[in-house]
Nanobody, 123 residues
Framework: QAQLVESGGGSVQAGGSLRLSCAAS????????VAWFRQAPGEERVFVGY????????LYADSVKGRFTISRDNEKATVWLQMNSLKPEDTAMYYC????????????????WGQGTQVTVSS
C-alpha cells in the first residue's frame, strides 16, 4: 500500500511561486504515475497534471499549462509541482495521487492519495 505525503503549501500573493512536494513510501516507485489534483471549497476535485511512469511524460490541464511544472526523482520517490505566476483562482487544496502503470486524468483511477496541502493565492 503506497503512502503519499504532500508538503510545501502556503499563502502567496498573485504572481508568486510555490513548490509542492509529494513523498511516496512505496516499492518500485518508477512504475507509478503521480498526478496532482486540486479542490476548491464547494467544487469538485479537478486534474492539474501528472508525470507518468513512462519516461516521465507529463500532461497538464489547460488552466496551468506554461505556469506549472511537474518533475520526479525515482531514487528519492518524490514528485514536485512547481507553480509559477500563481493566480487567485489557483487557490485550493492540492492532492497528489498515484497508481501503477496508468496514464489518466480521472481521480477515480488513482488508488493512493495524500492528505492534501493548502495553497492560497491573494490578489
Amino acid at each position: 500500500q503506497a503512502q503519499l505525503v504532500e508538503s510545501g503549501g502556503g499563502s502567496v500573493q498573485a504572481g508568486g511561486s510555490l513548490r509542492l512536494s509529494c513523498a511516496a513510501s512505496v516499492d518500485r516507485f518508477n512504475i507509478y504515475t503521480v498526478a496532482w489534483f486540486r479542490q476548491a471549497p464547494g467544487e469538485e476535485r479537478v486534474f492539474v497534471g501528472y508525470i507518468s511512469w513512462r519516461n516521465g511524460f507529463t500532461l497538464y490541464a489547460d488552466s496551468v499549462k506554461g505556469r506549472f511544472t511537474i518533475s520526479r526523482d525515482n531514487e528519492k520517490a518524490t514528485v514536485w509541482l512547481q507553480m509559477n505566476s500563481l493566480k487567485p483562482e489557483d487557490t485550493a487544496m492540492y492532492y497528489c495521487a498515484s497508481n501503477e502503470w496508468i496514464m489518466t486524468t480521472f481521480p477515480n483511477d488513482y488508488r493512493h492519495w495524500g492528505q492534501g496541502t493548502q495553497v492560497t493565492v491573494s490578489s
